[in-house]
């Protein structure tokens, strides 16, 4: 019972309520450029000084400052060589002791994307000011994810480089590069970041079921741009009618055939995962198959029966099944993955592929590391050349 004039104990605000509710009761309203000053805000209260927001670049090279009021300015981290860096890679706190106290680096997660770094200085730290922080990083994660639909701050602040009018409709199609759940873990890496036309990729998790597809659309520019809309549109629009996998890909055939010339063609690879009992089914159309990686090995490649590419008017595909073991990865790529080669030599081949995934995995990283690394180490063994497009997604089952 309370009561009257005081207040009952189980009911009263504690000091973490406190600090979580300032972020918690404006966030409806609050205007995006306001979201690093209300962090600032929230971690001074707790002793915190020097706040910083990092964001990933597009490039995924860079954790670049979000410069705002209240929160530090600085130049940009390398992701690969700093503490801010490592604890993105590893999704974990960092912690580095400093004469005045102590540097935490918090991993600003959101559904297992990976949104950037949250940075904070202290005089102290124990289990209680690290709960807090853990859980100010993850209301700060969703604040910038809302809020990143309704301006461009977010956005420039992760341009590290100019980007085409192509990438720049891209990356607008583009789920989250990473997602990360109990049972189905993606991760996707686009390259050139600044230049991508014609790849793209989309996912869904709905229920037990995991949707993927990756395309590549043919040329180059604003047309290959144009195409990849329109089959990812398409994709979309049948995955969400509920319609059986081979039929997606008629329904994603007949919008590029109406829509382009007959010479136009889009390759394209869908799936669909039971997050349950590990079964994949997936359905080719004209891609390169896909690699099965089991005990951080790559076992063999996927291979199926496949029909035309999307555009070309192809039979009704044959829908292909594997049982996937807790712990398997799925590897799926474009061809501008393997086709690049230096000038005047031989293509980059997909045993030299298959190389660097068994190198990279023998570390055991977590997906979202892998994806970016073989990425990055297949451009620089490809001379830093990307002629063409270039895009990866892992696949994860975790049983």
């Known amino acids: 019972m309370t009561v009257r004039g005081r207040a009952d104990p189980a009911r009263s605000e504690s000091f973490g309520e406190e600090l979580l509710g300032l972020l ?5 309203e609050l205007p995006p450029h306001m979201v690093g000053p209300l962090v600032a805000e929230t971690v001074a209260r ?15 090279q860079q954790l ?11 130049d940009a981290q390398p992701i690969d060589r700093s503490e801010a860096g490592r604890c993105f890679l590893e ?30 200085t202290l005089d102290a730290i124990d289990d209680d000011a690290r709960r807090l922080l853990r859980r100010i ?15 461009d701050l977010f956005f420039r602040t992760r341009r590290a480089e100019p980007m085409s009018v192509a990438a720049e409709i891209q990356w607008s199609l583009l789920p989250p590069l990473s997602m990360v759940m109990p049972h189905v873990a993606v991760a996707g890496v686009l390259e050139p970041a600044y230049d991508v036309a014609g790849d793209s990729f989309d996912y869904a998790l709905n229920g037990d079921t995991l949707h993927l597809a990756m395309i590549d659309a043919m040329g180059h520019g604003l047309d290959a741009a144009t195409m990849a809309t329109v089959a990812i549109g398409a994709y979309r629009h049948a995955r969400r009618i509920s319609i059986e996998l081979s039929e997606i890909y008629l329904f994603m055939d007949r919008a590029v055939a109406e829509q382009f010339d007959p010479d136009h063609f889009v390759t394209a690879q869908m799936m669909r995962l039971d997050t349950d009992t590990g079964r994949l089914q997936w359905v080719n159309a004209g891609h390169p198959a896909p690699m099965l990686i089991r005990a951080h090995r790559v076992v063999r490649r996927l291979d199926s029966p496949t029909t035309l590419p999307v555009g070309f008017g192809g039979d009704q595909p044959q829908v292909s099944t594997v049982a996937l073991e807790p712990g398997d990865r799925v590897l799926c790529f474009t061809d501008g993955l393997i086709e690049e080669h230096k000038s005047g030599q031989e293509q980059f081949g997909e045993e030299r592929l298959i190389d660097w995934v068994n190198q990279l995995e023998q570390a055991d990283h977590g997906i979202r590391t892998v994806a970016r690394d073989l990425s990055h180490t297949l451009k620089r063994a490809r001379g830093e050349t990307t002629s063409d497009d270039a895009t990866l997604v892992l696949l994860e089952w975790r049983g």
């Open 24 to 28: 918690l009761d404006g966030a409806h």
């Open 46 to 60: 707790m002793g915190g000084r020097e706040p910083q927001i990092l964001l990933q670049d597009y490039g995924q």
């Open 64 to 74: 670049v400052p979000l410069h705002d009021d209240g929160v530090a300015a600085g």
């Open 91 to 120: 999704s974990r706190p960092v912690e580095v002791p400093r004469p005045d106290g102590v540097r935490v680096h918090l991993p600003l997660l959101d559904g297992g994307d990976q949104v950037g770094v949250l940075t904070v």
């Open 137 to 151: 990083a993850g209301l700060a994660a969703d604040l910038l994810q809302t809020k990143n639909g309704y301006t």
